[in-house]
């Protein structure tokens, strides 16, 4: 391990993604501008309303519960990373939260805008329950009463991560994000195993970034928990 101090700052720098969500605001004469996250390590991209929208037609169903699906997956991730200042002085392990931290919240922008954009929900109805009769209700505990996204963290789970400090804290917050990441990993897998899904041409591209750049990022994990046991 001895170049592990000089690989993960590296490997840290490549993760970085340039996104440019609310950067501008467009002139009266200008188009509305959709900003795509781009792959790890390259800037985003300026789509027109035409290659944003694609084809119009309705997206599939796997399509629009696998955006609903990852905006709560992504969440859970957020607030794992919200933890870490309180909880940890790893510097390093600090550096690679704030990135998944600022990644994942420009990626629920991003899952939110694609689906206003298509007349969708932004939030995954709970099964066997009437959306329409909710309006007005407190919906803030509903969340815990889903079924879990593949790789979140049952309730359990993070309510250790946040009891924890210091070198457990770290234990627990890498078994538990590579856990998580793998989630996302198998959610990419199903969409795109699914007839007829991912097809929207920015779905494809956007859920392709996640699964290069979650892949990256458990292999850093991975090498962060080795340096656990020298």
Do not use: Y
């Not at 922008?109 to 909710?134: C, I, V």
């Not at 946040?162 to 070198?167: C, F, I, L, R, Y």
């Not at 859920?207 to 020298?230: F, G, H, R, V, W």
């Amino acid at each position: 391990m001895a170049d592990f101090a000089r690989f993960v700052p590296t490997a840290l720098l490549l993760l970085s993604t340039v996104t440019a969500f609310g950067q501008s605001g467009p002139s009266a004469s200008d188009s509305p501008k959709i900003i795509q996250p781009g792959a790890p390590g390259q800037p985003g991209k300026t789509l027109t309303p035409e290659t944003a929208a694609g084809p119009r037609r309705s997206p599939a169903k796997a399509d629009i519960e696998f955006m609903q699906g990852m905006i709560m997956h992504h969440s859970q991730a957020v607030e794992m990373t919200d933890l870490m200042p309180t909880h940890t002085r790893n510097k390093i392990l600090l550096a690679l939260g704030q990135k998944i931290n600022v990644s994942q919240t420009d990626e629920i922008g991003f899952m939110k805008q694609w689906l206003t954009e298509r007349g969708q929900k932004t939030e995954m109805p709970m099964a066997g329950m009437d959306m329409s009769n909710m309006k007005g209700m407190d919906m803030s505990h509903m969340h815990h009463e889903m079924p879990l996204m593949p790789g979140m963290l049952s309730p359990e789970q993070m309510k250790a991560l946040a009891k924890a400090k210091g070198a457990k804290f770290d234990h627990l917050f890498l078994t538990g994000m590579i856990q998580h990441h793998q989630g996302a990993l198998t959610m990419v897998e199903d969409l795109f195993d699914t007839p007829a899904a991912g097809q929207d041409a920015v779905l494809f591209d956007f859920a392709t970034d996640i699964d290069n750049t979650q892949l990256a990022e458990i292999k850093i994990m991975k090498a962060l928990l080795l340096k656990e046991k020298k």
